[in-house]
């Protein structure tokens, strides 16, 4: 295959050791190109419109601005490109504000090299690839129960709440003040009929609310 022809990928990973191993393991399969990496987003985004790839794996908790938190810059500077997340985080919130940022695809640093590299492919092929367990929870998200009492808001807090954040970093992450994240929290409690977050967690999965 000619290179012009090959896949161009740059890999946004904060490791150095992961780093180098996804670019020789990609680089080193036909068909595949590795244009640059980086260590983190700032640096990426000063040449990442040059560089245009093809596919970009992400890593998501980077020094600085996060994965996720890069994602809609980065579509917005390269929106022909492919994201693929990859990450050893599994948090249903997570992966849902990854894809609703601009994902393409959602794939845990445990995925065997050769299925890295494939979904590589699978994806420039319209394809979206998911790690199994990261697919199966995308699935049971839509056997959520649609008679929630909880707003879209209330709902995303809540299932913050339950990845073990504070009110300040829910505050920080959704860019509303503190006493808004309060006032949300004490309309879930109230909605629930509860008077503890574990209790609110509890109840919420019980009814599949979350």
């Known amino acids: 295959m000619k290179r012009d022809l090959d896949i161009r990928v740059v890999i946004i990973e904060d490791d150095e050791t992961i780093r180098e191993g996804y670019a020789f393991l990609i680089g080193n399969t036909a068909g595949y190109k590795i244009i640059a990496t980086y260590s983190s987003c700032e640096d990426a985004f000063k040449k990442i419109v ?32 492919h994201i693929l997340i990859l990450t050893v985080y599994e948090q249903e919130m997570l992966i849902f504000r990854a894809l609703g940022n601009g994902a393409a695809g959602y794939l845990t640093k445990n995925t065997p090299p050769e299925k890295i590299v494939a979904a590589i492919h699978e994806v420039m092929d319209g394809g979206g690839p998911m790690s199994a ?31 073990g954040k504070s009110r300040k970093r829910i505050a920080d992450e959704l860019y509303i003040d503190l006493e808004t994240v309060k006032s949300h929290i004490k ?24």
């Open 50 to 81: 040059q560089d245009d790839p093809d596919v970009l794996l992400l890593d998501v908790e980077l020094p600085g601005i996060t994965g996720i938190e890069a994602l809609p810059k980065l579509k917005r500077l390269i929106p022909e490109t």
């Open 133 to 163: 367990h990261i697919a199966r929870m995308v699935i049971s998200s839509f056997k959520r129960n649609e008679t929630t009492p909880l707003t879209r808001r209330e709902t995303e807090i809540l299932e913050q709440i339950a990845t």
């Open 187 to 210: 309309n879930i409690y109230h909605k629930l009929d509860v008077h503890s977050k574990a209790d609110a967690i509890k109840a919420a999965k019980d009814n599949k609310f979350i």
